[in-house]
């Protein structure tokens, strides 16, 4: 199966993955968002639409073996979609998002504590 063909390989409820033999939803959701450039992907669109390349650019060390990759196992979670001019996030992507945007604000004061 070629690169273009491949279906992502996506984690899902009640399966094992990292950290979890259960499956549980939020360990599914920890595995996928915890992969390689994947949030730095959602944090890149949330302030609107990026082109590959737009993105690419954004992660700097990325390779576009592993952008390409991400992009298609979040489009397939339903969290990002081709847009006219680009990739956005869907509404789950925004949701996901807005609740995770607090996190980073508390990791900030969090490593600050850490020094």
């Given at each position: ?44 669109l ?11 650019e ?8 592993v ?39 508390w ?9």
């Amino acid at each position: 199966m070629t690169e273009k063909t491949a279906t992502p390989k996506l984690p899902k409820p009640g399966v094992p993955v990292r950290g979890s033999k259960s499956g549980q939803p939020i360990m599914v959701l920890f595995d996928l968002i915890g992969r390689r450039w994947s949030m730095g992907i959602l944090w890149n669109l949330s302030d609107g639409n990026r082109t590959f390349r737009d993105l690419q650019e954004r992660c700097g060390s990325a390779s576009p073996s592993v952008l390409n990759t991400r992009l298609k196992e979040l489009r397939a979670a339903g969290l990002i979609y081709n847009a006219d001019n680009g990739y956005a996030l869907t509404e789950d992507g925004r949701q996901l998002f807005d609740r995770l945007e607090p996190l980073g604000d508390w990791a900030m004061d969090w490593v600050d504590k850490l020094r």
